[in-house]
């Protein structure tokens, strides 16, 4: 890739992400915090944190518990717990929400969420599933992409 095409694509990734237009990528599913890789604006560098290239892999809390535990997800764990990642709402509820509902249903949930117009990372990091503050309320905005139902 020539220098010009990589400062292209790396001012179309902020320009996408700015706008709120990064498109799912399912494939890449669930990290194992919970957070949606599949939808993170990072995700066209990125294998997630199952991948041997994961940057956080040295620091997350998750990832050495679940290796530890020789699961692939915090969701599947029998345990309930804040730790790591798991003390932001996001990412807990998202764990609560594909241990109740399944991965699958969560997924269903958030792309049909992007498509309405949800976005997960508006700026930095931060999207519309960060705002909530209440569990209860953040689950039923990922089943219904809506406020206050």
Known sequence: MTYRCRIWC?????????EGTIRMKRELGIARCGLACCLCAENENCGGCGADNCHDKEWCENRKCSMEKEIAHCFVCKEICRKGLLQKI??????????QY?????????????????VYHREGISGDYDTFHNVEELMEFIETGKRGV
């Not at 790396?10 to 700015?18: G, I, Q, S, V």
């Not at 807990?92 to 241990?99: D, H, I, K, N, S």
């Open 10 to 18: 790396a001012t179309m990734k902020e320009e996408r992400r700015k």
């Open 90 to 99: 996001k990412p807990y509820v998202f764990t609560l929400f594909a241990r």
């Open 102 to 118: 399944g991965v699958e249903h969560l997924l269903d949930c958030l792309e049909r969420n992007e498509q309405n117009g949800v």
